[in-house]
């Protein structure tokens, strides 16, 4: 796979608060992706990055933002976590918009 | 707008049967299709990806075939192991230029039992 680490892996946070989540690649791809995974949804782009700073909104990206300061770095954060947020978040990288996606590990949100 | 269909939901084959998994979209226009396996939770670890001028890929004791015409894609699975037991996702990047997303299936959930 492509190096990718996600940070935490599980978190569990109150309604309210903010919570960052990070995506960590050691392969220097170009794009960088946040999904969230949910029964009965499958998995659902939330924004993308295809470069330092040049981000983009994905289908169910309401309540969320993202950074890219560094190739290597997608941080995704919600601004005030709400419940319906409690989900399975995965980080995808890919070098080129039609090369192989790869995935992370996915970080586990529960929002109480 | 794109859809993935995966039929079925949950397959269960013996041991070292060859088998077909089934992904069908309902926009022709793709780029690629790329088939991914995940295990309960883990991530998604891709397996093949198949560009959308290519008719099949293999690795290993999977091929996988693409008909764009048709809107379908199949995963062939030889000789069946049990290690093989995972929920398989397909997911198909559309052709709409500019558009970044995958869109994903909803999955088939494989059981190889010994």
């Known amino acids: 796979d492509a190096g990718i680490t996600q940070s935490p892996r599980h978190k569990v946070t109150e309604t309210g608060t903010p919570v960052t989540l990070r995506c960590h690649q050691t392969e220097n791809h170009r794009y960088m992706y946040w999904y969230r995974q949910d029964p009965g949804h499958g998995l659902r782009l939330i924004h993308y990055s295809y470069g330092v700073k040049d981000t983009d909104k994905g289908e169910v990206s309401d309540g969320y933002s993202v950074s890219r300061s560094k190739t290597e770095d997608f941080l995704l954060t919600l601004e005030s976590a709400t419940s319906s947020q409690t989900s399975v978040y995965f980080c995808a990288t890919r070098q080129g918009p039609d090369t192989e996606a790869f995935f992370g590990q996915g970080t586990r949100l529960t929002v109480v | 707008k794109q859809e993935v269909t995966q039929i079925p939901a949950a397959l269960s084959v013996p041991e070292g049967e060859n088998l077909v998994l089934n992904c069908s979209f309902t926009?022709?226009?793709?780029?690629?299709l790329q088939w991914f396996r995940q295990d309960p939770g883990k991530g998604l670890t891709s397996l093949l990806l198949?560009?959308?001028?290519?008719r099949e890929q293999t690795s290993g004791r999977l091929n996988a075939s693409l008909d764009k015409s048709s809107g379908r894609s199949t995963l062939y699975i030889a000789a069946s192991q049990p290690g093989d037991s995972a929920t398989y996702l397909c997911?198909?990047?559309?052709?709409?230029?500019?558009?970044?997303?995958?869109?994903f299936g909803q999955g088939t959930r494989l059981t190889i039992n010994p």
């Open positions: 926009d022709s226009a793709i780029y690629n």
């Open positions: 198949i560009q959308s001028s290519q």
């Open positions: 997911a198909v990047r559309p052709g709409d230029q500019g558009a970044q997303k995958l869109v």
